[in-house]
């Protein structure tokens, strides 16, 4: 019989030993840890952007260091049964909500086929076209329906009888979790010894919804106060993981000190100073699984820094596709992003003129707001030599991009960490970006003469002049030698994912090891 293991602590009493009071302590490091790790998206279950890589990576490599993790997040319907083998576990939850009892259930898969995965099926709230909205915007309901999912998290965690040492929330959907586990399930023996986690990925999306719902999650009204969730007159789900966290992470050093100002905090940095002491930076990870061209199934021909034919194959290959004319010698920019202000677009759109007059073509893969498509296609019409807008979502393509282009462009007004910058350098692809967040943090400026360096940087002073830097970067891909050394540099990068998951365990040790 295996060693019953009690919550944070390190003591467990053997059984059938007939000794009945001798408690063997484990020195910290031994015991593998109890994650549930929750998040909104999981790739390649449910993905809008990098909170999907980070949650369908992240509890791989901390099942790698030996701990017992398991994700949980909505069934949407993007969520293919088929495909992924999601099978129905015949358990279900009863969440309040309001006046009423919903019901969810719960289904099972497994990334990899090594992490259980679990699902929490409610086809009112998540069988729905987007995850957060649809073309007309945000989903009106999108307080109910998280209120509902965070609630149900802790009573899946009853159901399934897995008691956690650590919940790892993930973004303001999951944050009344911490809040739920301090107030409404403070007594609850389960989750005694369970700690919360809450990372912010995005300061930018903060989850702040009418007081007319707050009812609906029968949280105690002392929590609705500006020393709890209230924010300014907002039920705030982002503060009430900042609030009630055990401990609060972002994901990048960089990142971690701009959201303490207000712009970058996007007036939260007041609570998140406040909180600062539990705060702590840690790195995004690459998947070098799903983001290598070494090993990449989903471009044309596979290449490392060893040889880098197949780079030009991948390029040829996707002109080719995207009907483009474009001599070897001419450089191809790209861009694979969301259509947010927070990536730059306006810069983008401001030079669009002098960016279309260089020697060189651009491809941008993307969708988002209505303004930024509209602008794209109209300037795909004028400039059908040197420009191609391909509006949508599209993974494979996303791929066959960052492989075929010369260079990725990153102009984001704020970046929390990125990882199309990551996947960029490993693909040889050379990064032009602004230096902030996470993209100050992993590229490197590069150093005439010094062959130093993996790409280019602009600051935000210096934004009103980026397209110069542009051009530096364009004069240099003529000069075969350093451009390849350039492309070498990124390429030889590691930004893999067993580093910060070592961080994480770190984390989750000292904040077990607090009370
Ligand atoms: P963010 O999370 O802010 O969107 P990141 O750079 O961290 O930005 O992650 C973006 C992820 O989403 C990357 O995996 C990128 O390839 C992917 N992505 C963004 N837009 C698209 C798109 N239109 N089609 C396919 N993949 C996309």
Same mark, same amino acid.
């Given at each position: 019989?295996?060693?019953?293991?009690?919550?944070?602590?390190?003591?467990?009493?053997?059984?059938?030993?007939?000794?009945?009071?001798?408690?063997?302590?484990?020195?910290?490091?031994?015991?593998?840890?109890?994650?549930?790790?929750?998040?909104?998206?999981?790739?390649?279950?449910?993905?809008?952007?990098?909170?999907?890589?980070?949650?369908?990576?992240?509890?791989?490599?901390?099942?790698?260091?030996?701990?017992?993790?398991?994700?949980?997040?909505?069934?949407?319907?993007?969520?293919?049964?088929?495909?992924?083998?999601?099978?129905?576990?015949?358990?279900?939850?009863?969440?309040?909500?309001?006046?009423?009892?919903?019901?969810?259930?719960?289904?099972?898969?497994?990334?990899?086929?090594?992490?259980?995965?679990?699902?929490?099926?409610?086809?009112?709230?998540?069988?729905?076209?987007?995850?957060?909205?649809?073309?007309?915007?945000?989903?009106?309901?999108?307080?109910?329906?998280?209120?509902?999912?965070?609630?149900?998290?802790?009573?899946?965690?009853?159901?399934?009888?897995?008691?956690?040492?650590?919940?790892?929330?993930?973004?303001?959907?999951?944050?009344?979790?911490?809040?739920?586990?301090?107030?409404?399930?403070?007594?609850?023996?389960?989750?005694?010894?369970?700690?919360?986690?809450?990372?912010?990925?995005?300061?930018?999306?903060?989850? %702040? @919804?009418? +007081?007319?719902?707050?009812?609906? /999650?029968? !949280?105690?009204?002392?929590?609705?106060?500006? $020393?709890?969730? =209230?924010?300014?007159?907002?039920?705030?789900?982002?503060?009430?993981?900042?609030?009630?966290?055990?401990?609060?992470?972002?994901?990048?050093?960089?990142?971690?000190?701009?959201?303490?100002?207000?712009?970058?905090?996007?007036?939260?940095?007041?609570?998140?100073?406040?909180?600062?002491?539990?705060?702590?930076?840690?790195?995004?990870?690459?998947?070098?699984?799903?983001?290598?061209?070494?090993?990449?199934?989903?471009?044309?021909?596979?290449?490392?820094?060893?040889?880098?034919?197949?780079?030009?194959?991948?390029?040829?290959?996707?002109?080719?596709?995207?009907?483009?004319?474009?001599?070897?010698?001419?450089?191809?920019?790209?861009?694979?992003?969301?259509?947010?202000?927070?990536?730059?677009?306006?810069?983008?759109?401001? %030079? @669009?003129? +002098?960016?279309?007059?260089?020697? /060189?073509? !651009?491809?941008?893969?993307?969708?988002?707001? $209505?303004?930024? =498509?509209?602008?794209?296609?109209?300037?795909?019409?004028?400039?059908?030599?040197?420009?191609?807008?391909?509006?949508?979502?599209?993974?494979?393509?996303?791929?066959?991009?960052?492989?075929?282009?010369?260079?990725?462009?990153?102009?984001?007004?704020?970046?929390?960490?990125?990882?199309?910058?990551?996947?960029?350098?490993?693909?040889?692809?050379?990064?032009?970006?602004?230096?902030?967040?996470?993209?100050?943090?992993?590229?490197?400026?590069?150093?005439?003469?010094?062959?130093?360096?993996?790409?280019?940087?602009?600051?935000?002073?210096?934004?009103?002049?980026?397209?110069?830097?542009?051009?530096?970067?364009?004069?240099?891909?003529?000069?075969?030698?350093?451009?390849?050394?350039?492309?070498?540099?990124?390429?030889?990068?590691? @930004?893999?994912?067993?580093?910060?998951?070592?961080?994480?365990?770190?984390?989750?040790?000292?904040?077990?090891?607090?009370?």
């Amino acid at each position: 019989m295996p060693p019953k293991q009690s919550g944070s602590s390190n003591s467990y009493i053997p059984d059938n030993t007939g000794i009945e009071s001798i408690a063997i302590t484990l020195p910290n490091m031994a015991r593998p840890l109890k994650i549930m790790f929750v998040s909104p998206e999981v790739y390649p279950f449910a993905k809008t952007g990098g909170l999907g890589d980070v949650s369908g990576a992240l509890p791989l490599a901390l099942k790698q260091q030996g701990h017992d993790v398991r994700v949980i997040l909505p069934k949407y319907r993007s969520v293919d049964e088929s495909k992924r083998s999601v099978q129905p576990m015949g358990l279900t939850v009863a969440v309040p909500i309001g006046p009423e009892v919903k019901h969810g259930e719960l289904y099972e898969a497994r990334l990899n086929r090594t992490v259980p995965v679990y699902f929490v099926d409610q086809d009112n709230y998540f069988d729905r076209e987007g995850l957060y909205g649809n073309t007309d915007g945000d989903y009106p309901d999108n307080a109910e329906r998280f209120i509902f999912f965070d609630r149900a998290v802790l009573e899946a965690c009853k159901a399934l009888d897995f008691q956690p040492d650590i919940i790892h929330c993930n973004d303001w959907p999951t944050g009344l979790i911490p809040c739920y586990l301090k107030t409404t399930f403070a007594g609850d023996p389960f989750f005694k010894t369970t700690r919360s986690v809450f990372s912010i990925h995005n300061m930018g999306y903060q989850g %702040n @919804f009418d +007081e007319r719902y707050f009812p609906l /999650a029968h !949280l105690p009204w002392k929590v609705f106060t500006i $020393e709890g969730i =209230e924010f300014y007159g907002f039920f705030s789900f982002m503060k009430a993981g900042l609030v009630y966290g055990d401990r609060l992470t972002t994901v990048s050093k960089t990142y971690s000190k701009e959201i303490l100002t207000p712009e970058n905090g996007f007036h939260m940095d007041g609570v998140l100073r406040q909180y600062q002491k539990k705060l702590s930076g840690i790195l995004n990870g690459a998947d070098y699984v799903k983001w290598d061209p070494q090993t990449d199934s989903r471009i044309k021909t596979r290449y490392g820094p060893k040889s880098l034919k197949g780079k030009k194959e991948c390029k040829k290959s996707l002109l080719r596709k995207l009907s483009i004319k474009l001599t070897e010698e001419t450089p191809l920019i790209c861009m694979v992003t969301r259509l947010s202000q927070q990536k730059g677009i306006d810069l983008l759109i401001q %030079n @669009f003129v +002098e960016l279309m007059v260089q020697d /060189a073509a !651009l491809v941008i893969l993307g969708s988002g707001e $209505e303004r930024y =498509e509209t602008f794209f296609m109209e300037q795909s019409e004028i400039y059908p030599k040197r420009f191609r807008y391909i509006n949508g979502f599209d993974e494979k393509l996303a791929h066959q991009i960052i492989a075929g282009s010369d260079l990725l462009l990153m102009p984001s007004l704020y970046e929390p960490c990125g990882l199309t910058q990551m996947y960029a350098l490993r693909y040889g692809t050379v990064p032009v970006v602004r230096r902030v967040g996470g993209l100050a943090d992993t590229i490197k400026a590069f150093q005439s003469g010094k062959n130093q360096g993996t790409g280019f940087l602009f600051k935000t002073s210096e934004a009103d002049d980026w397209i110069s830097l542009l051009q530096k970067a364009l004069d240099l891909f003529s000069k075969k030698k350093v451009w390849k050394s350039l492309m070498l540099n990124g390429m030889k990068q590691d @930004f893999s994912w067993e580093k910060s998951a070592k961080e994480y365990v770190r984390l989750y040790r000292r904040t077990l090891k607090k009370d």
